[in-house]
T-cell receptor
Framework: DVKVTQSSRYLVKRTGEKVFLECVQD?????MFWYRQDPGLGLRLIYF???????EKGDIPEGYSVSREKKERFSLILESASTNQTSMYLC???????????FGDGTRLSIL | QKEVEQNSGPLSVPEGAIASLNCTYS??????FFWYRQYSGKSPELIMS????GDKEDGRFTAQLNKASQYVSLLIRDSQPSDSATYLC????????????????FGKGTKLTVNP
């Protein structure tokens, strides 16, 4: 079974802090994705990566950056956290092409 | 902007009935279609993939795809209270502006409640 592991289930941070969300997958997948999910807005793609050290902007990249130094690990960085970044963050991965994405358990992030 | 639309619901069915969930998409070039189930407070879980026109059955679940009509549906037979969740339709789309890279576009989901 595909295993996508997100480092924290719940996280509370303060406005202005730099926040790191970590995601690791154990299936040697090429592609990794970061989403946020908010009530009424659905899943929105923040960033994705098709290879080590490569990244592509999704639909809502503002205020975020990513890092992919190793194939199995994809990090989401909130450069200076703001209250409007309070959300559920979901990491996913797939083998590429037309394969389905598999999600981690999610991180519920609160910015105070 | 490529879109995926789902009937917003909520949808309520009695236990044992057939639940029908519908989805339309705008990208005529899409080739891969997925249904995810998401329980409250949990992450989406893949339940069906479909790539060809017609029906695909897996246990109590049947996915139906009609590319000409740009329509995909999910039928749940003999619905159980444990099927109560939000169902997300996802469509693979190629982003020409990003070198042809592919991403999933998700609908906003249909909340299903199965009443005992």
């Amino acid at each position: 079974d595909v295993k996508v592991t997100q480092s924290s289930r719940y996280l509370v941070k303060r406005t202005g802090e730099k926040v790191f969300l970590e995601c690791v997958q154990d299936m040697d997948h090429e592609n990794m994705f970061w989403y946020r999910q908010d009530p009424g807005l659905g899943l929105r793609l923040i960033y994705f990566s098709y290879d080590v050290k490569m990244k592509e902007k999704g639909d809502i990249p503002e205020g975020y950056s990513v890092s992919r130094e190793k194939k199995e690990r994809f990090s989401l960085i909130l450069e200076s956290a703001s209250t409007n970044q309070t959300s559920m963050y979901l990491c996913a991965s797939n083998r590429g092409g037309d394969q389905p994405q598999h999600f981690g358990d999610g991180t519920r992030l609160s910015i105070l | 902007q490529k879109e995926v639309e789902q009937n917003s619901g909520p949808l309520s069915v009695p236990e044992g009935a057939i639940a029908s969930l519908n989805c339309t998409y705008s990208d005529r070039g899409s080739q891969s279609f997925f249904w995810y189930r998401q329980y409250s407070g949990k992450s989406p879980e893949l339940i069906m993939s479909i790539y060809s026109n017609g029906d695909k059955e897996d246990g109590r679940f049947t996915a139906q795809l009609n590319k000409a009509s740009q329509y995909v549906s999910l039928l749940i037979r003999d619905s159980q209270p444990s099927d109560s969740a939000t169902y997300l339709c996802a469509v693979n789309t190629r982003v020409a502006a990003q070198g042809g890279s592919e991403k999933l576009v998700f609908g906003k989901g249909t909340k299903l409640t199965v009443n005992p």
